[in-house]
């Protein structure tokens, strides 16, 4: 049995679907605050809502479990710098109680989902592990908390925990996401003026949700240096402004809504790209879906979500 944290989220929503087409069992908490159960209906799943700050609920959760991935979080980059303490609570103390848990019920494997730039800061990329990491926003502090009480339970405990640095997903079912693509595509699907903070020349690196779903399930059975994190992206580089171009590309011209600049945000890096060959050695990771490919279907998937339900709808969400 493998417990997914957070399950009903985006990327939750995408690897439930992989692992149980390969026939595993699976068991899924989730508090609902960003994930809809609607999108685990008619899944072989065992769903349970509550919170991993409350140990009750992740004592519940973790009965029978031989591996855990835990994807829930506090995502946001901003709002982590608006309400630090909220950040640290489900990063780091809801993180800490799913270890102990995990160590009580002698639980084998431990992958937890981090991040890859907010905890580097600013540097010169691509990212690798070898760099000294050095946060900008609570966000990146409370994913290099969570990450050091891994490490420290595969020192202390035996716990086979292994960090992996996610970097900027998208894909189907990201509703909720604040992350660039998904705000954009909302944005199109309504059309408000597509909002590009900046000059738009700061980078990322985009890697399609399936991709990274090959990596998790890697992950649960690969030969690992537990207690370390391993770095996921494409290695590519990309401007805002070159993604608003793709998008466009996708969408076409006459679709797509006009694109306004606003200032810059705060806790934020320039630039970012990673470097995979860690991920490549210990998880056979080898992304296949190009930015444009990846652009496509989860456009594909956008436009055939009701607008009605309210899903899609930018308004009913904060500003990511």
């Known amino acids: 049995m493998i417990l997914i944290t957070g ?13 149980t087409s390969s026939g595993c069992r ?20 065992e769903f349970l809502q509550g919170d991993i700050r ?11 479990v031989e591996a855990v991935v835990h994807l829930a979080a506090d995502t946001g ?4 710098v608006a309400n630090p303490e909220f950040n640290l609570e489900v990063n780091v103390r809801g993180t800490f109680n799913l270890l102990q848990e995990a160590v009580a019920c002698q639980v084998e494997r431990f992958v937890f989902a981090s991040t890859g730039g907010a905890i ?18 609570p966000y990146g502090a409370s994913k290099l908390a969570a990450e050091g009480y891994c490490s420290a339970f595969w020192g202390s405990y035996g716990l086979k925990t292994i960090s992996l ?13 604040g992350s660039v693509i998904a705000k954009l595509f909302r944005q199109v ?14 980078t990322r690196d985009f890697v399609f949700v399936a991709d990274l779903c090959e990596a998790i399930r890697a992950a649960l059975e690969a030969d690992l240096p537990f207690g370390q994190a391993l770095q996921l992206g494409t290695g590519r580089e990309t401007s805002i402004n070159q993604l608003v171009a793709m998008m466009r590309q996708v969408v076409q011209e006459a679709s797509f809504p006009p694109v306004k600049h606003v200032p810059p945000r705060a806790g934020e890096v320039s630039r970012n790209f990673v470097k995979i060959d860690k991920a490549k050695k210990f998880l056979g990771f080898d992304p296949k879906t190009g930015l444009l490919e990846g652009l496509q279907l989860t456009w594909q998937w956008f436009r055939q979500q009701p607008l009605a339900a309210g899903a899609i709808d930018p308004a009913n969400f904060p500003n990511p």
């Open 7 to 19: 399950g009903a989220g985006f990327i939750g929503a995408n690897l439930v679907r992989s692992l």
């Open 189 to 202: 699907m309504v059309g408000e003026p597509i909002t590009i903070f900046g000059d738009g020349e700061q």
């Open 120 to 137: 580097m800061g600013e540097v010169t990329p691509p990212v690798h592990e070898d760099m000294v990491p050095r946060p900008i926003s």
């Open 165 to 177: 640095r996610f970097s900027n997903v998208y894909g189907p079912f990201s509703y909720h996401k």
């Open 26 to 45: 699976l068991k899924v908490l989730d508090n609902l605050s960003a994930g809809r159960a609607e999108d685990l209906a008619g899944l072989p799943v």
């Open 77 to 80: 980059v901003v709002d982590s």
């Open 54 to 64: 409350h140990r009750t609920d992740v004592a519940a959760a973790m009965a029978g």
